[in-house]
């Protein structure tokens, strides 16, 4: 039986440094993260049937990428994509102008699809008139690699760069990670079939930047003022590791329509914050449904306890990833001097 959406993307569980040579057992394949959301295509399978787009978590979303519907036209029927969506504007990939684009109404969509036209980058084939789901990914990027070459494709179709050499994937944590758009590496086993929702594979990030939970908030939830920040440690508690400076206008205003306030039961119930690392002043926090995730900019001052010692800087929202992305409490994190 053929595949219809939703299908549940593999995913990969996050670490802080490349694995070594050793790691997996029949050898590993290094691929570049790109920092756009992931992405499911479908093309019909029959007559009549349309170009499907799915979301990572199993929304149908081409309504907002009709120029990736009608380029869809070049693909063979019955083929299934696994990728990035990402959008390239003036020379740099955008993650604000795909976010623009994953959320604009109907009358503003054939404006911002010339204006800002998408463009899908392949990492893995899961169906090629057959499903591909239990061939090892080594026979799967193989197939990929036929498929680009064979029918010619070009953009907005990019095939993802692949290496077997784990000096290469330094290379690019070291390098590729200053163009803005690209974020670290993904790391792959290549005997490894492809299971959907299984974190089977691995991440990391080039730590320019951090993520974490948004527990907290000061303010309001229309005008919320700082963050109180967590990650979840090893036994599932939600564990506070600092909070941001005061938001800008813009970022409190992206935040607004996203916060929720939290139901009894919270993890912070009754935790009370200070303003500041080693200050007894009290900050009148609100406690917000942890769902979303923050991406943060942080030092390296980081007491024994696991908690940043300076206030964190918001540079965004990430509502393409979920807690269970984010890295553990206290993973990677080293303790500062003093």
Known sequence: MLLHPPVEPMLAQARERLPGAGALAGGLGFEPKFDGHRAILFTPAGAGEPVLLQSRRGALIQRNFPDLVAAARQLPPGLVLDGELVVWTEGRLSFEALQRRAVAGSRAVPALAVEMPAHFI????????????????????????????????????????????????????????EV?????????????????????????????????????????????????????????????????????????????????????????????????????????????????????AADTSIDKGGAYRHPLRFIRLRLDVTPADVPLFGEGARPADG
């Open 122 to 177: 392949a990492f893995d084939v899961l169906q090629t008139g057959e499903v591909l789901l239990g061939r090892a990914y080594s026979e799967r990027r193989a197939m990929l690699e036929a498929l680009f070459t064979d029918h010619g494709l070009a953009p907005p179709w990019t095939l993802c760069p692949m290496s077997l050499d784990p000096t290469v994937a330094q290379g690019w944590m070291e390098s590729w990670t």
């Open 180 to 296: 803005q758009g690209v974020e670290g590496c993904v790391i792959k086993g290549l005997a490894q079939p492809y299971t959907p929702g299984r974190r089977g594979w691995v991440k990391v990030r080039r730590r320019h930047t951090i993520e974490a939970v948004i527990g907290a908030v000061t303010g309001s939830l229309q005008r919320p003022q700082l963050l109180v920040l967590g990650r979840y440690d090893t036994g599932g508690r939600l564990r506070a590791v600092g909070r941001t400076t005061v938001l800008k206008p813009e970022a409190a205003r992206q935040l607004a329509g996203h916060l929720e306030q939290a139901a009894p039961g919270h993890p912070w119930t009754g935790v009370r914050f200070t303003a500041a690392w080693g200050s007894r002043e009290l900050l009148d926090a609100l406690l917000v449904v942890p769902e979303l995730v923050a991406e943060i």
